[in-house]
């Protein structure tokens, strides 16, 4: 654990030499990466859930009863993604993965991002809305070739609603994505755990599951979370755009 008064340049310090130590490292990683790329996140003050309540527009159950009022949020959701680049954050993880010093992501984030800044490993955990899919036939497109004029978009196959591929709550995480983060979970040495609340699971409870398994638990986050000081090791507390840069510029001088 960390003591109150470890300043932030000596905590990335430690960050980069736990890297470079640890035989395998993974990230977890929430909406809070994304926030410097102009996404907000769902529970910080004016974040998404203050202005859309989760259960009348985030569950499935919403979404069955009433698609054209869901899909009037999931459309400002995917204006906001279509406007918004990788931020340093997405890029520094993609660094680390191409120093052979990161095994994978495994985002909550359904944005992209990740990809578009690099990295080439990443576990889609709440799926993607790069895709849409029809809940009755299976019909998959990519969501970039629509148009949207209307809403909600129809399955062209069997005229049903389409719904983009993310997970919504009530619905199932998919049985890759969470069979395979387990498993990074239970195999790795370390957890870069980035821009989460850590109160959505089961994606809340990898950490512990690394950590049940040995592994060292690090957050970077402008806040607290339920982790921190009981899972993790310690919290390196700013925004991941200005810190993950400088771990990695550290991880350069211990591996130069
Ligand atoms: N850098 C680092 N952390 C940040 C930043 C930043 N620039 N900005 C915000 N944060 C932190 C917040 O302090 C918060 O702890 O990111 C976290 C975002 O938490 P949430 O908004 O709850 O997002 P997330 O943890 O990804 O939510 C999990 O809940 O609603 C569902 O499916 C949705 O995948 C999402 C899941």
Known sequence: MSSATDTEEVLITRAAKDIVDSHKTIALTGAGISVESGIP?????GGLWSKYDPEEY???????????KVWQMIKEMMDLVLGAEPNPAH???AELEQMGLLSSIITQNVDGLHQRGGAK????FHGSNQWLVC???GYR???VSLSFEEIPPLCPECDS???PDVVFFGEPIPWEAQTGSFEEAR?????????TSAVVYPAAGIPTSAKQSGAKIIEINTEPTPLTGYISDYLIQGTAGAILPKIVEEVKKHIS
Request: aromatic share 4%; net charge positive; glycine share 4%.
């Open 41 to 45: 996140d769902f529970r910080s003050a």
């Open 58 to 68: 985030a569950h499935i159950s919403a979404f069955r009863s009433n698609p054209t």
């Open 91 to 93: 890029v520094a993880l």
């Open 121 to 124: 490993k990443v576990i889609e």
């Open 135 to 137: 809940l009755q036939c």
């Open 141 to 143: 497109q990519e969501a």
């Open 161 to 163: 609603v389409l719904k």
């Open 187 to 195: 195999t790795c040495g370390l957890v870069l755990v980035i821009g």
